[in-house]
């Protein structure tokens, strides 16, 4: 069984493209996978056995028919609890939504569907994905798994947990101000945060719609690719999607496998660098920017001077388009309604159940939005900290008029220990430094796994940032250092995590 959910999406294609595996024989491996370790790791909220098996069966039947969908038919996936599955329970990590079962598919779940994806269930989050490490999560916290006593990242450390884990090949994830990326870096996955309206939000019960993308969580850059080939493109009902033709991102990944960066200008960002960075990760970071060098990179170092208040603008804009998002959740119209005694006006009800409902960081950040929001304080918060955005996109389109891509490391530590931060809103919100700026310009970003931290041996991640629409540049560049990096390694950085559950089948052995 090990063997079959250690191959990645790209083979498990192959695989049934010639007929060597049925989707419900590799559907059940993984299904098995995580019965056995999910009780430690807890990537899951839901586990849908019958369902997924039931689609696995039916991508069978088409296969057997000559009428696969794609490469991917018949490749189970697990997508975050933020997106609406019809038929499945979708929380978002709250108590508020307990047992609410969307009517309709988030457009990415339909074009999952429609593609021939069994769906595993859906991955745990932070609460209504605020936070960088899953313990907002009103189910318990996600456990990494390199080292179960730390926190995978967040908000959607069940999705790069399960896929960390092997328990699922590929997931769906969504990066408002790094979820996917940051994530990504402390599993030793590969997160993509596309460009703002590459992949529809329709369905995706929205944080903070202006920052809000759904994007691909894989152990290899092309298996990002293949995803976000399904995932993507234009979709009339999300008024921000982009109408365009988009190129290929598998045909991207493919070229970009062969290594080479030449002619490739590629510029270090200043201000994401020295103090506060954790010392094994500026190491790798440094050595992963001299092997671009050397496959032929030219690299600059390149300043931009407003990212260093990115944060302070983001901590303002989100919670301000989240406290308006949240109010929707009033106890009248989905899940969770809580009755005070006697007989209470409606506004006794709403407000019983909302205190009931929300968790502490999501009532912290309803009260910082209204606070921005108000009238007297509007211009002084929220309308700078909309100047400081536009400052934000204009570094990036200074930066990029000089170089191709952009790279920082994703995080700036390795997985630190449950608990740790969560009494410390500030020095959480300081893991997502590197990952934000992406999201207030809308620009496509890749995490892509870089090595292991000296100290603690936990792996780093390097974040590739390309202009907006260029998404198929970030698969371009993430691959070629994907195969620098495995070439130096002799092989995937996943193989050197500790194994859980049952190690080795008698054919690995072999
Ligand atoms: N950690 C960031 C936050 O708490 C980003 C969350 C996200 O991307 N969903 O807002």
């Not at 060597?20 to 019965?35: F, K, M, P, Q, Y």
């Not at 995706?204 to 202006?210: D, F, H, I």
């Not at 990096?485 to 559950?501: F, I, K, M, Y």
């Amino acid at each position: 069984m090990m063997s079959l959910v250690r191959r990645t999406a790209a083979a498990l294609a192959d695989d049934l493209a010639a007929g060597e595996v049925t989707s419900v024989e590799l559907t059940e491996a993984h299904l098995d996978r995580i019965a056995e370790v999910d009780g430690d790791v807890h990537a899951f909220l839901q586990v849908d056995r019958d369902g997924a098996l039931a689609q696995a069966a039916e991508s069978d039947a088409r296969r057997s028919r000559g009428e696969a969908r794609g490469p991917l038919d018949g490749v189970p996936i697990a997508v975050k609890d933020v997106l609406a599955t019809r038929g499945l329970a979708t929380t978002c990590g709250s108590k508020i939504l307990e047992g609410w079962v969307p009517p309709y598919d988030a457009t990415v779940v339909q074009r999952l569907r429609v593609a021939g994806l069994p769906i595993l269930g859906k991955t745990n989050m932070d609460e209504f994905a605020m936070g960088s490490s899953t313990e907002h999560s009103a189910y318990g916290p996600t456990h990494n798994p390199w080292d179960l006593d730390r926190i995978p990242g967040g908000s959607g450390g069940g999705s790069a947990a399960s896929v960390a884990a092997y328990e699922a090949p590929l997931a769906i994830g969504t990066d408002t101000g790094g979820s996917i990326r940051q994530p990504g870096a402390v599993t030793g996955t590969v997160g993509v945060k596309p460009t703002y309206g590459g992949v529809s939000r329709y369905g995706l019960v929205a944080l903070a719609n202006s920052l809000d993308q759904a994007g691909p969580v894989s152990r290899t850059v092309l298996d990002a690719a293949m995803l976000h080939d399904v995932i993507g493109g234009h979709d009339l009902r999300d008024s921000t999607s982009i109408k365009q033709d988009w190129p290929s991102f598998t045909e991207a990944a493919t070229q970009g496998a062969s290594g080479d960066l030449a002619g490739l200008k590629v510029g270090v960002i200043t201000e994401m660098q020295g103090d506060g960075w954790q010392p094994g990760v500026m190491a790798r970071f440094t050595e992963s920017v001299e092997l671009m060098v050397k496959a032929g990179a030219e690299v600059v170092e390149v300043s931009c001077p407003s990212f260093v208040h990115a944060l302070a603008a983001y901590y303002l804009i989100l919670p301000a388009e989240a406290s308006s998002n949240l109010a929707k959740f009033d106890a009248m119209r989905y899940g969770l309604r809580v009755t005070p005694d006697g007989d209470p006006s409606a506004e006794e009800v709403m407000r019983a159940t909302r205190d009931a409902g929300f968790g502490d960081e999501v009532k912290r950040r309803i009260i910082l939005g209204t606070y921005a929001l108000s009238s007297g304080y509007y211009d002084a918060y929220y309308g700078q900290a909309q100047k400081i955005r536009t400052l934000i996109s204009r570094d990036f389109d200074a930066a990029f008029e000089r170089v191709d891509v952009l790279v920082s490391p994703t995080a700036p530590t390795t997985a630190f220990r449950l608990g740790e931060k969560l009494d410390d809103p500030i020095a959480m919100y300081l893991n997502d430094l590197a990952t934000i700026p992406a999201n207030l310009a809308g620009v496509p970003g890749i995490s892509v796994p870089n090595g292991l931290d000296d100290e603690d041996s936990l792996p780093t991640g390097l974040q590739v940032l390309a202009p907006a629409l260029a998404d198929d540049r970030v698969y371009r560049v993430g691959a070629a250092l994907e195969r620098l990096l495995s070439d130096e390694w002799g092989g995937p950085l996943l193989d050197r995590a500790p194994t859980l559950g049952s190690a080795t089948t008698t054919e690995d052995q072999a």
